[in-house]
Each structure stands twice: as structure tokens, then as C-alpha cells.
């Protein structure tokens, strides 16, 4: 397929180029010590990833440990209930630890084993990605340190007990508002002083190259299964795919399946309470062009500049940019962004755990209630979800919150 000058055939292949670049978005805007870090990193990567041995012990343990490949689950009766398009999903949830995230933090421990590293580093603002990272690094026998706000710390103390389990250090970090911005500072500042020991995991589609670029060609088996998948089940392609974009993980590895297909791709963020700044976490639909955390992207600024304070729901998704590769897709038009808001969100949550049996999590209800709203107007035709994760960690707050409905 060719759009708007870029040949989607050889894309994969072709985007990002050699410093990290998808179109004018992406790149590695840091400090030379830390440039020689991700540099090191960077050739690693290409000569691991073409090895046959780091290839098939990513797919020994994607099998073996992982319960990869996770399946395809048609919606029949929230289908039936919405006319004649045919709702599915890919049950990202039923990955081992529960969500996507740990499609890549798998491969990044396997690089730092292959690279000789000790230790692997990250910061983590709901937990999430601290506990995915903690789980891969348990399963290799790497050290692990979690850089994490002292606020964050005492509001998901769950996700803290759960990475203290699995034998990584939660470092408290008292600076500013001790929230995800103070964690992401002191882990870089921790990782340019370690960083022949170590590497740092970054959590999804973001940071500097090769991060965006790695997270990406890791996360790609989702959408490598599921299109396979889906044809297996089906005969066809599927005529839409929804993924939530936060960072954009969980999306750019769905949508990389499908880049080439006659399929129309939609990223849905979060709208929160409503379009005024603050109240939503919408970037690639309301931000502007802007370099932070290392890479250039569309992102949601502050009166001086600097990233702007935002919110969602989902705390998976409350970052005030995306991804550069999102940025890249939508100027060129391959994919379609739009919003959904915490109420839709919520209606979506309450509605899949009813008809189908399955509680998602709250960052990937918001592709439910876009998928929810696309079938709606659609006249036929099928739609395939990705179910980044399950809710098992968001059922508190939903009935502190929210209540049973
Ligand atoms: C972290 C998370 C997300 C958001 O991250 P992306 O990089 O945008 O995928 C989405 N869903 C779940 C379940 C998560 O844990």
C-alpha cells in the first residue's frame, strides 16, 4: 500500500531511519554521555535482533513462560446486541502479569543478558511498568531498580508490593511533586552514572532511539498473531483495528501488523473530563510539535513550554505525549486519532465484564468504547480490539469510585 509517498510495503524496514527518525518526529535529544549509552544500545540491537539464537529464545520464553500466542475472543453478544458488526478481541490481558508490557520488557531484559549488563532501571508511575520489568528481571536474575514517587508509592501500593516480591528495589524519590516527572529524573540521573553496569527499560513507544524503534519490533508479535489470527478464525481481514494509545505501546504493536492491509487503524486517547487542558491526556489530537524526555513528538505544553500537567482515568495513560511514530502515522494519514472520555470509558469497563465475561483494564476499555461507538456506526463488518490488559488492578478504585452499577 502507498500513502502520501510512503510505501508501507517495506515500512517496517525503512522507518525509523538510522538515527531514529519517522519523518521529522523522534530522534535522541540528550546529553553525550547518555547519547554513547543508547548508542551502545542501539548496535546491540541490530546485531541481536538478527541473530538466530536471541530470536528463538525470545520465542521459547514468549511460548513457555509468557502463554504466548494469547487468543483471539469474538464478542457475540455485546455483537449481537449492537446490530451487524462483529466486535472482537486480542486478549492481551491473558499474557503472563496480565497486560502487554510484558512483550517488551522480556525483550529488553534478554538484550541487557546478551549485552553482559547486571542490572536493569527504570522509573514507574502506577506500577505497572515497574512490575513488568520486575517480573522479567526476576526471571533472568538481573538486579532491578524502580525509581518511583514518594505520592505515586503510597497510592498503588499494590503494584509496590509487588515488585518488592519479585526482588526489585523501589527507590523513593522525594524531589517536587514526588509524582512520574521527579521518578523519570532521577532514574536518568541514576542511569547516566550506572550505566556500563546497566541499562534502562524505557515503558512503551517513547524516550529516545532506539527505544521507540526496540519497543515497537518487540511488541509487533501482537499484531503478527492477531492478523494471522483473525484471518485463521475468520477467512478475512478484519475491516478496523482499535488499540488505546497512552505512550503507544500496546497500539504501535497491533497496528504494525496491519500497517500494509486494507484496514482502517484507529488509536483512541483519553479525553478525561473534557477538552480544556488539564482535564484529559489527548496529545496527538490537542498537542503541538515539542521535544521531551529525548525525542520529538506531539505533545501537550504548559504556558512556558514545558510538558503540561494532565489526567485520564487511566493512569496507563495520562502522559502528556505519544509516541513519535504515532505522530509520523497521523500526519501521513495511516491512522485515524480520536478521543473517548472517563464516562464512556467506564460504561465500556461495566459492559464487557457483563456480556462477555471478561474485566478489562481501564486504559484498554477506552479502545472497548471506541470500538462500541465505531460498530455503531457502521452498517457491517468486523472490528478487532486490543485488549491491552485485564482490571484486576483497577476493581477498587472502579467500585470506591463508581459503585456497581
Ligand atoms: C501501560 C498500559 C497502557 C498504556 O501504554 P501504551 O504504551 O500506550 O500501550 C495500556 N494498557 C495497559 C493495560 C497498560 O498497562
Known amino acids: 500500500m502507498n500513502l502520501n509517498g510512503i510505501d508501507f510495503d517495506t515500512?517496517?524496514?525503512?522507518?525509523?531511519?538510522?538515527?531514529?527518525?519517522?519523518?521529522?518526529?523522534?530522534?535522541?535529544?540528550?546529553?553525550?554521555?547518555?547519547?554513547?549509552?543508547?548508542?551502545e544500545i542501539t548496535e546491540a540491537y541490530f546485531t541481536i535482533c538478527k541473530s538466530s539464537k536471541f530470536i528463538g529464545e525470545l520465542r521459547r520464553i514468549r511460548r513457555e513462560f509468557q502463554g504466548r500466542p494469547t487468543p483471539i475472543s469474538y464478542l457475540e453478544r455485546l455483537s449481537n446486541s449492537l446490530g451487524h458488526v462483529q466486535l472482537y478481541v486480542k486478549r492481551e490481558d491473558l499474557n503472563h502479569s496480565g497486560a502487554h508490557k510484558l512483550n517488551h520488557c522480556m525483550g529488553e531484559a534478554l538484550l541487557a543478558k546478551y549485552m553482559g549488563k547486571k542490572k536493569v532501571i527504570a522509573e514507574t508511575g502506577a506500577g505497572q511498568h515497574g512490575v513488568a520489568l520486575a517480573t522479567a528481571a526476576a526471571y533472568f536474575g538481573l538486579e532491578c531498580d524502580i525509581y518511583m514517587g514518594a505520592v505515586d508509592i503510597r497510592k498503588q501500593a499494590p503494584n509496590v508490593a509487588r515488585m518488592k516480591i519479585l526482588g526489585a528495589n523501589v527507590i523513593e524519590v522525594n524531589e517536587g511533586l514526588a509524582t512520574?516527572?521527579?521518578?523519570?529524573?532521577?532514574?536518568?540521573?541514576?542511569?547516566?552514572?550506572?550505566?556500563?553496569?546497566?541499562?534502562?527499560?524505557?515503558?512503551?513507544?517513547?524516550?529516545?532511539?532506539?527505544?521507540?524503534?526496540?519497543?515497537?519490533?518487540?511488541q509487533s508479535v501482537v499484531g503478527i498473531e492477531a492478523r494471522e489470527q483473525f484471518i485463521?478464525?475468520?477467512?478475512?481481514?478484519?475491516?478496523?483495528?482499535?488499540?488505546?494509545?497512552?505512550?503507544?505501546?500496546?497500539?504501535?504493536?497491533m497496528f504494525s501488523g496491519f500497517l500494509n492491509d486494507p484496514v482502517d487503524i484507529y488509536g483512541v486517547e483519553p479525553l478525561g473530563r473534557g477538552p480544556a487542558l488539564g482535564d484529559h491526556a489527548a496529545s496527538l489530537t490537542y498537542g503541538t510539535e515539542g521535544v521531551m524526555h529525548g525525542f520529538n513528538s506531539i505533545m501537550l505544553k504548559d504556558e512556558n513550554g514545558d510538558p503540561a500537567p494532565v489526567y485520564s482515568v487511566a493512569s496507563g495513560l495520562d502522559y502528556p505525549s505519544s509516541g513519535?511514530?504515532?505522530?509520523?502515522?497521523?500526519?501521513?494519514?495511516?491512522?485515524?486519532?480520536?478521543?473517548?472520555?472517563?464516562?464512556?470509558?467506564?460504561?465500556?469497563?461495566?459492559?464487557?465484564s457483563r456480556m462477555e465475561g471478561i474485566i478489562p483494564a481501564i486504559e484498554s476499555s477506552h479502545a472497548v468504547a471506541y470500538a462500541i461507538k465505531?460498530?455503531?456506526?457502521?452498517?457491517?463488518?468486523?472490528?478487532?480490539?486490543?485488549?491491552?490488559?485485564?482490571?484486576?488492578?483497577?476493581?477498587?478504585?472502579?467500585?470506591?469510585?463508581?459503585g456497581i452499577r
Open 11 to 39: 515500512y517496517l524496514k525503512n522507518y525509523p531511519d538510522k538515527n531514529g527518525y519517522f519523518g521529522k518526529y523522534g530522534g535522541a535529544y540528550i546529553p553525550d554521555d547518555l547519547k554513547k549509552a543508547m548508542d
Open 180 to 218: 512520574l516527572k521527579e521518578a523519570v529524573d532521577a532514574a536518568f540521573a541514576a542511569y547516566t552514572k550506572e550505566y556500563k553496569d546497566c541499562i534502562y527499560c524505557i515503558g512503551s513507544v517513547v524516550g529516545p532511539h532506539p527505544f521507540p524503534m526496540m519497543v515497537r519490533d518487540f
Open 232 to 253: 485463521e478464525m475468520t477467512g478475512e481481514l478484519p475491516d478496523a483495528v482499535v488499540a488505546c494509545v497512552g505512550g503507544g505501546s500496546n497500539a504501535m504493536g
Open 324 to 352: 513519535p511514530e504515532h505522530a509520523f502515522l497521523r500526519d501521513c494519514g495511516r491512522v485515524k486519532y480520536d478521543v473517548v472520555t472517563d464516562d464512556e470509558t467506564i460504561d465500556a469497563f461495566f459492559t464487557l
Open 374 to 402: 465505531l460498530a455503531k456506526e457502521m452498517d457491517k463488518g468486523s472490528v478487532l480490539i486490543n485488549l491491552s490488559g485485564r482490571g484486576d488492578k483497577d476493581m477498587d478504585y472502579i467500585i470506591e469510585k463508581y
